[in-house]
């Protein structure tokens, strides 16, 4: 079985050539793009079968169904375009160029060549940067909402004061039932937000994302789990979104690799005071040396062609000199801790 999409070369040729009448699966497989991965022969054996009338007509019917719903998406896109232009842009590209896009693999301009949209010049991501003044769409997870968030919350932060107000009113925050100090029930607002959804979608598509902000929500859903750790992450997608539009301040990765030399820190000093507390003392472990074999704990290290019976004071002083620059420094941590 081989995959052929309908909205691509091959399956859309294949699809009408079959409609047409051709039944040769040896002439179908030379429809076969040179980017697909399977080859003419694996092609030609998957379009072998019985053409029965019921199945063809059906095969019709949603090919043509297909296109109208792609010629609606671009009508639709089109009546986006004219309403776009109505709004008064907050930045000019000839006084402020677009930033550099520092995100890989974009694929809106091959998505809109598949779909036919007359207008290929039109930059979804350009007319955003009009819109809000900054390039939203270089926060993780918002380069294919950043539009539908204009619709939702515009791009007047000043209707909420500060980012909590925001993120609250996004119902992106814990709902903490608290009477006389104690904490009665933990959870999650029931606020039914279409902006806050947008945000939670964006952080649940960084699952496998190499960003910062992927490997935050892969660390949270380890510590609190896949639910709370989306709303954590949606919860600071949110934050940084509205400090960019009201700041005007463009998105900076770097800011993170401080944060994370930050928590790094706060860790050592974490496990330093817990293992002071079990009366231990941290050592920071030495580099191990390039020829020197990885054992199981407890097996003592010796390079080869010595006797087990051997010190390495006796070696240092009685081996020959191959033997001697293998051997670890007299009174180093690595050889006290092999001695052990």
């Known amino acids: 079985m081989v995959s052929l999409p309908r909205s691509g070369l091959t399956g859309g040729a294949i699809v009408d050539a079959i409609l047409a009448g051709q039944r040769d699966g040896a002439e179908l497989a030379k429809?076969?793009?040179?980017?697909?991965?399977?080859?003419t022969e694996t092609i030609r054996k998957s379009l072998e079968g019985n053409w029965r009338p019921e199945h063809l007509f059906t095969l019709g019917q949603s090919r043509d169904l297909y296109r109208i719903y792609q010629q609606q998406i671009v009508n639709c896109d089109l009546e986006i375009e004219k309403m776009l232009r109505e709004f008064e842009?907050?930045?000019?590209?000839?006084?402020?160029?677009?930033?550099?896009?520092?995100?890989?693999?974009?694929?809106?301009?091959k998505r809109r060549k598949?779909?036919?949209?007359?207008?290929?010049?039109?930059?979804?991501?350009?007319?955003?940067?009009?819109?809000?003044?900054?390039?939203?769409?270089?926060?993780?997870?918002?380069?294919?909402?950043?539009?539908q968030l204009f619709g939702e919350v515009d791009r007047d932060m000043s209707r909420w004061p500060s980012a909590s107000n925001f993120v609250s009113w996004l119902a992106l925050c814990p709902d903490n039932d608290i009477s006389g100090g104690k904490l009665l029930w933990r959870?999650?607002?029931?606020?039914?937000n279409r902006a806050g959804h947008l945000f939670r979608m964006a952080a649940f598509s960084l699952h496998h994302s190499l960003t910062p902000l992927g490997n935050y929500l892969r660390r949270m859903k380890a510590k609190l789990g896949p639910e709370a750790a989306t709303m954590?992450?949606?919860?600071?997608?949110?934050?940084?979104?509205?400090?960019m539009v009201k700041n005007q301040v463009e998105y900076d990765e770097t800011l993170w690799a401080a944060r994370d030399a930050q928590r790094e820190r706060r860790l050592e000093a974490k496990l330093k005071r817990q293992a002071k507390q079990l009366g231990y003392e941290l050592v920071p472990i030495e580099p191990?040396?390039?020829?020197?074999?990885?054992?199981?704990?407890?097996?003592?290290?010796?390079?080869?062609?010595i006797s087990n019976r051997m010190s390495m004071n006796e070696l240092r002083q009685n081996g020959n000199p191959e033997e001697l620059a293998v051997l670890p420094p007299a009174g180093s941590f690595s050889e006290v801790a092999r001695a052990g």
């Open 114 to 147: 598949k779909n036919g949209h007359p207008h290929p010049e039109f930059d979804l991501r350009s007319e955003t940067y009009k819109l809000f003044g900054v390039d939203v769409t270089q926060i993780p997870g918002l380069d294919e909402s950043a539009l």
């Open 288 to 305: 191990r040396l390039h020829n020197e074999p990885v054992l199981p704990a407890g097996v003592p290290w010796k390079p080869a062609g």
């Open 187 to 192: 959870g999650a607002r029931t606020v039914k």
């Open 89 to 109: 842009p907050r930045t000019d590209l000839a006084e402020r160029p677009l930033p550099l896009d520092r995100k890989q693999y974009r694929s809106g301009s």
């Open 232 to 243: 954590a992450t949606a919860h600071k997608i949110a934050v940084i979104f509205y400090t």
């Open 31 to 39: 429809l076969r793009d040179p980017h697909i991965k399977a080859d």
